[in-house]
């Protein structure tokens, strides 16, 4: 057994151990072609509650590269396919080994918002999620995070319709385009969090345009 799937079995073990963890949509993961899941960001257990969803296809999630200073985690983060990154500066060697997984059949997995962002509150997505998607020729699954991280409470992890990006995949984006799409399957995310919420959160007073 690769040490990828053993420790997705751990992780995926602590979910249902920890919490009434449900995954709904998996069947909108395609089975092959390019693909890049994005979801929310409002706790250290969305990766773990994200990359315990995917049970069809391997995963290269994106990380803020400081988890890489810790030794023990490091090397368990490369083993787990993770992707360090520098939110304030990303390079050009790194946007090639995002797309590099992306063109080797792993779906890159990422958070829109490129930091948590808690509460009833959601961060304006950042322009990478549309840069990767139209470089990588992926389409983009929503994924909306639904818990209050609680243990033994409900844990909802609702995968969208894949999102058709292929009408930017040979278009001329400036930064401000990338932004404006990626903010764009953001409202999905939110949207898909408010009416799949089911009283698991408190939704009231949450705008999205979608």
């Given at each position: 057994?690769?040490f990828y799937?053993?420790?997705?079995s751990?992780l995926?073990l602590f979910?249902r ?6 995954v ?17 960001h409002k706790?250290?257990l ?11 296809r391997?995963?290269?999630a994106?990380?803020k ?7 023990i985690l490091?090397f ?8 360090p990154?520098d ?9 090639k080994q995002?797309?590099r ?7 890159l997995?990422l958070?829109?918002?490129g930091?948590?962002?808690?509460g009833k509150?959601?961060?304006q997505?950042?322009a ?7 470089k990588g020729?992926?389409n983009v699954?929503?994924?909306?995070v639904?818990s209050?991280?609680k243990?033994f409470s ?9 999102i ?11 930064n401000?385009d990338h932004e404006?799409?990626s903010e764009?399957?953001?409202q ?5 969090y408010?009416?799949?919420a089911d009283?698991?959160?408190?939704v009231?007073?949450?705008?999205y345009?979608a």
């Amino acid at each position: 057994m690769k040490f990828y799937d053993f420790a997705l079995s751990v992780l995926r073990l602590f979910c249902r151990v920890f919490f009434k963890y449900e995954v709904i949509g998996i069947e909108n993961v395609p089975l092959e072609g390019n693909v890049i899941i994005a979801a929310n960001h409002k706790s250290n257990l969305d990766p773990i509650f994200v990359a315990s969803s995917m049970t069809t296809r391997e995963v290269a999630a994106v990380a803020k590269k400081e988890l890489f200073d810790h030794k023990i985690l490091g090397f368990i983060l490369k083993k787990l396919n993770t992707i360090p990154i520098d939110r304030e500066n990303t390079g050009i060697s790194t946007v090639k080994q995002i797309l590099r997984a992306i063109k080797d059949g792993y779906v890159l997995g990422l958070f829109p918002e490129g930091t948590r962002v808690k509460g009833k509150e959601f961060g304006q997505a950042k322009a990478g999620l549309s840069l990767f998607a139209s470089k990588g020729k992926a389409n983009v699954v929503p994924i909306s995070v639904i818990s209050t991280y609680k243990l033994f409470s409900r844990v909802k992890i609702y995968i969208g319709e894949p999102i058709d990006m292929s009408q930017y995949f040979r278009a001329k984006l400036t930064n401000e385009d990338h932004e404006r799409i990626s903010e764009e399957i953001m409202q999905v995310i939110i949207k898909n969090y408010c009416e799949q919420a089911d009283g698991i959160v408190d939704v009231e007073g949450i705008k999205y345009n979608a």
